[in-house]
């Protein structure tokens, strides 16, 4: 890599994001914005003030107390995702803090304690599996005398929830929650109504359907709730607590339809997922379209609720919101609800002027068995013939069109990228995203073979292809190097799995029994996930291989990084693999990533580099 390149390459890791938490009712936003490093809060303020609040050793997040100025804060120590909460006065803050200076709230290192919300009676929710260090319950705390309320303890993980807003109107007295976890089949969640000690199952655990983001009407005779129940998309449906019966208020056939309700219960921000990019509209809460959101001219495809869920102002007039496409790192924009406009109040675009970043072109990639693999193809001005195909994580995970300093640097380097949605992929309906559960997930893999066979269509040279991912994705990277070894000239295995067997058998226990869901139980699909690990086929290896993980990950363990180094080294492939004492699943801190990602980017150009020409 020359030093044009790496200077772009760094210039573009070193692009700093903005996030939006939370707004207060006198028009604060509660911020994420990573300048130091890591994400930290930051308060912005309707006169343009920006009062940094927070200088944690890892990244955090937070919401504020309604009716007071206090913020919760999450964080975790080294990415080990054991969250613990505490309490922050803005106010107080001559300086951004560091732990000494928050007053703790629930603290126990040992465990995870999940921010859920923040009540306006000033009760902290939030989920925890201290009870046995495996299944979450989910709890309500007051923050000014610290007594608590188990409102679940039925074992498994919490997914969303949300508590009622009028629980004192219902004769029963007691409080009223709403709350999802996972069902039998892969990828789907029921619905439990929280009722005093009692728990009622409103839909069905073997239904295979996802019930997403449970929102209370204000009167709390009916929830909103988004849902693929009887359909092949997500819509947006008004549920019945009582007979758990849906309404379906806003839907689209062809595309994932999610909303967000104004405290008021009067307004819905409805988001459209187009095949990677975000439409936004008004609606009313019975689901009466108002208008479409125009956002600012200079965001063209991107994405919104990516990094952040969108937040309401108190009064419902409007909401904060993150926003990122190919060219925007990631801004904080406020949304007019009554006009249907969006302004940036904190923009990421300025520090990459004058950089001419790409946009994808979208193409579907067919397949041997007749399916039709979604891909963004991201193409140079002058090709140099080479690719990299870059596989997200998940695996139900979503290729969308948001930016990356990983994706335009390959670019830079005369690397057309192309990000496929395999099959397995949220976004394109419940039928793509049961494509690869269990026995089939070879299935997936072979979707990265159909892609190596349309690269002539778009003027590539097969010989001279590569491989990228993360997490899931670093599977499918090792799967393609392991499984199809003619086909790929290089991989890059970030936090990625090297065996489904030691990956299930050495998670994190809370995690163990979610997953084997998606990939299969290690007591009754053992044969399978040994034939699916690419651990069990690495002598097929030819292509060198980069390798990067964190040593506190709680959900794939580093051993899964050491013992396919190992393995493919003992073979006389080259391996380079760094591993960070400080990162968890990723790499959190820029630190890092300044120092894995050029290293990363050097190898595949090393290894896609012409035969001709000298390396």
Request: charged fraction near 25%.
């Amino acid at each position: 890599m020359d030093s044009t390149h790496s200077t772009l390459l760094l210039r573009l890791l070193d692009a700093t994001t903005w996030r939006a938490f939370d707004v207060d009712g006198e028009g604060r936003i509660l911020a994420g914005h990573d300048a130091s490093g890591t994400v930290q809060l930051v308060e912005l303020r309707p006169d343009g003030t920006r009062t940094p609040l927070t200088a944690l050793p890892g990244a955090c997040h937070g919401r504020y107390v309604p009716g007071s100025r206090t913020v919760v804060v999450s964080h975790d120590a080294g990415g080990n995702e054991r969250a613990q909460l505490s309490l922050l006065d803005p106010e107080a803050v001559t300086e951004p803090v560091g732990e000494d200076g928050l007053t703790p709230l629930v603290h126990d290192p040992a465990y995870i304690h999940g921010l859920v919300e923040v009540l306006p009676t000033g009760e902290v929710v939030y989920t925890t599996n201290r009870r046995n260090g495996v299944d979450f319950d989910l709890v309500v705390r007051r923050v000014d005398d610290g007594t608590e309320h188990v409102l679940y303890d039925g074992g498994g993980m919490v997914g969303g929830a949300a508590v009622s807003p009028r629980s004192e109107e219902h004769a029963d007295g007691g409080t009223r929650a709403l709350m999802t976890r996972p069902g039998h089949p892969a990828l789907s969640s029921q619905v439990l109504l929280l009722v005093g000690d009692t728990t009622i199952e409103l839909t069905d655990a073997d239904e295979h359907a996802r019930y997403l983001g449970p929102q209370w009407l204000p009167r709390g005779e009916a929830a909103i709730i988004t849902s693929d129940s009887g359909r092949d998309h997500l819509g947006v449906a008004r549920l019945d607590v009582v007979t758990g019966a849906l309404t379906w208020l806003v839907t689209d056939d062809d595309h994932d339809v999610t909303a967000r309700l104004s405290p008021d219960g009067e307004t819905l921000l409805v988001v459209t997922d187009d095949n990677g990019a975000s439409r936004l509209a008004i609606h009313d809460a019975d689901g009466t379209f108002r208008r479409e959101v125009a956002l600012p001219a200079d965001y063209v495809g991107g994405v919104a609720d990516f990094l952040a869920v969108p937040r309401w102002s108190p009064d419902g007039t409007g909401l904060a919101l993150t926003w990122t496409d190919p060219a925007t790192p990631a801004d904080v924009v406020l949304v007019d609800a009554g006009r249907g406009r969006a302004a940036t109040v904190a923009s990421s675009r300025e520090q990459l002027d004058g950089l001419e970043l790409v946009a994808p072109t979208s193409h579907g990639v067919p397949t041997p068995d007749g399916e039709t693999v979604p891909c963004f193809v991201y193409a140079p001005d002058e090709p140099s013939g080479s690719s990299v195909v870059i596989v997200h994580g998940g695996p139900e995970g979503q290729s969308v069109r948001s930016f990356s300093a990983i994706v335009q640097s390959l670019v830079g380097e005369g690397h057309t990228v192309l990000v496929p949605n395999v099959r397995g992929s949220v976004g394109y309906g419940k039928r793509w995203y049961s494509l690869d559960d269990v026995e089939r997930r070879l299935d997936s893999v072979a979707d990265l073979a159909a892609l190596h066979a349309y690269l002539p269509r778009l003027g590539l040279d097969p010989a001279r292809s590569a491989l990228w991912g993360g997490s899931y994705g670093g599977y499918m990277v090792l799967a393609g190097l392991a499984f199809q070894p003619e086909l790929w000239a290089g991989g890059v295995d970030i936090v990625g799995i090297s065996s489904l067997v030691t990956f299930l058998e050495n998670t994190s226990p809370y995690r163990r029994a979610h997953r084997e869901r998606e990939y299969g139980s290690l007591e009754r699909d053992r044969e399978f996930l040994e034939r699916a690990s690419p651990l069990n086929r690495i002598g097929d290896v030819r292509a060198p291989l980069f390798v990067i993980h964190g040593a506190n990950d709680p959900r794939v363990p580093l051993s899964e990084a050491e013992q396919v180094a190992a393995a493919v080294r003992a073979n006389g492939v080259e391996v380079e693999m760094v591993v960070y004492d400080d990162e968890g699943h990723g790499l959190a801190k820029r630190v890092n990533r300044l120092d894995a990602y050029p290293r990363a980017v050097a190898f595949l150009g090393r290894a896609l580099a012409p035969a001709s020409e000298p390396v």
